[in-house]
């Protein structure tokens, strides 16, 4: 059973950066693709990015490309999401999740087997 402990979220001002950081434990981690998920008030959760265990496989959702960075330290059981350049609608809370299939960068809410509980992002205008 892994769990994940998000870290890193707050209020900012559009066009500013915050860094969130996901802890994980009780698994081995470079078993998992790891990836970030947000959910807005009223709205589903959908991906944001993920990285397969190595690194060699990144993928991103259009919203977020060139903006968001995403990363991992499998010495420190951490993936971090870098966000640059935020706006009003980045808002949302951001999850991190882990996926069994570490080869790929599944884009799906279900293909993920563990979830963190989340961690606010307010970008205010």
């Known amino acids: 059973q892994v769990q994940l402990v998000e870290s890193g979220g707050g209020l900012v001002q559009a066009g500013g950066s915050l860094r969130l950081s996901c802890a994980a434990s009780?698994?081995?981690?470079?078993?998992?693709?790891m990836g970030w998920f947000r959910q807005a008030p009223g709205k589903e959760r959908e991906f944001v990015a993920a990285?397969?265990?190595?690194?060699?496989?990144?993928s991103y959702a259009d919203s977020v490309k060139g903006r968001f960075t995403i990363s991992r330290e499998n010495a420190k059981n951490t993936v971090y999401l870098q966000m640059n350049s935020l706006k009003p609608e980045d808002t949302a809370v951001y999850y991190c999740?882990?996926?069994?299939?570490?080869?790929?960068?599944?884009?799906?809410?279900?293909?993920?087997?563990?979830w963190g509980q989340g961690a606010q992002v307010t970008v205010s205008s």
């Open positions: 999740a882990a996926d069994t299939a570490r080869w790929l960068t599944n884009q799906a809410v279900e293909d993920y087997d563990y």
């Open positions: 009780g698994g081995t981690f470079s078993f998992y693709t």
């Open positions: 990285i397969s265990w190595s690194g060699s496989r990144i």
